[in-house]
């Protein structure tokens, strides 16, 4: 049975503006906040999942409200366009691990459907070892492949990117992360985003399309907004 391929990865390769977080930041890339381990579960439809955390991560008490409900609004995978999956900031691997299952289940209808790779990308290395260790756990640790920012392949081309984005690191270091992603995306590829209205959800989508990438808001749900961006038609 061909495998489908999830690969964890961290924010872009191209040249990032450094954020300058302090050590106690989920998006600093060496947590200096002392290791408290605990475990949150994932419930949807069609995915059941016990994820490992830690301090130091994103959202460690509980899966990120924002992360549940984009992964509830995005197409089935037989609607996925073609190509490789990318998690952008992948934190302990909420999306990164639901991707990869709904790609191994064979829901993606299609042969090749189980032979994509999910990159899922994080500047964290404890988070990084976490989303390991979790997809590992939930059976597609095969179909996973996590990586730094820096370690992206040059050239990655991919066909759906679903992405609860580094908000907190400042404006011009998340358009940068967003601008580098859009640049990987397949001419028919889209790009999925959560965010919290409060946090910029609105400005975010304005300047999505002052770039030339249709940005439409697909869901606005518990003052979180799932944007959808796509290349000029």
């Known amino acids: 049975m ?5 690969t964890v990865v961290s924010p872009p390769s191209r040249p990032v503006p450094p954020a300058a977080p302090s050590g106690g930041q989920y998006f600093a ?3 200096t ?3 408290r381990p605990g475990r949150v579960e994932l419930t949807l439809p069609d995915v059941h999942l016990r994820l490992d955390t830690d301090a130091g991560v994103f959202s460690p008490g509980r899966v990120d409200p924002g992360t549940k409900l984009l992964l509830a609004e995005l197409p089935p995978a037989t609607e996925w366009p073609a190509g490789d999956v990318a998690d952008v900031g992948c934190g302990y691997g909420a999306i990164a691990v639901t991707l990869a299952r709904r790609l191994a289940d ?5 042969a090749d459907g189980r032979d994509r790779t999910v990159w899922a990308v994080d500047v964290n290395e ?3 070892d976490l989303c390991r260790r979790n997809a590992a756990a939930s059976g ?3 179909l996973v492949r996590v990586v730094g920012p820096e370690d992206l392949p040059p050239g990655l081309s991919v066909g759906l990117i679903a992405s609860n984005p580094p908000i907190r690191v400042g404006k011009s270091v998340l358009h940068d992360l967003c601008r580098s992603w859009m640049e990987r995306l397949g001419p028919d590829g889209e790009a999925w985003w959560v965010v919290q209205k409060h946090l910029g959800s609105d400005s975010l989508q304005a300047w999505m399309n002052a770039q030339g990438w249709p940005t439409e808001r697909v869901r606005s749900r518990q003052a979180y907004r ?6 000029p038609g």
């Open 29 to 31: 890339e060496r947590p």
């Open 126 to 128: 404890r988070a990084r």
């Open 106 to 110: 064979g829901s993606s209808g299609t």
């Open 33 to 35: 906040a002392s290791s």
């Open 140 to 142: 597609v640790g095969e």
């Open 2 to 6: 061909a495998k489908a391929t999830v």
């Open 226 to 231: 799932i944007l959808r961006s796509t290349h």
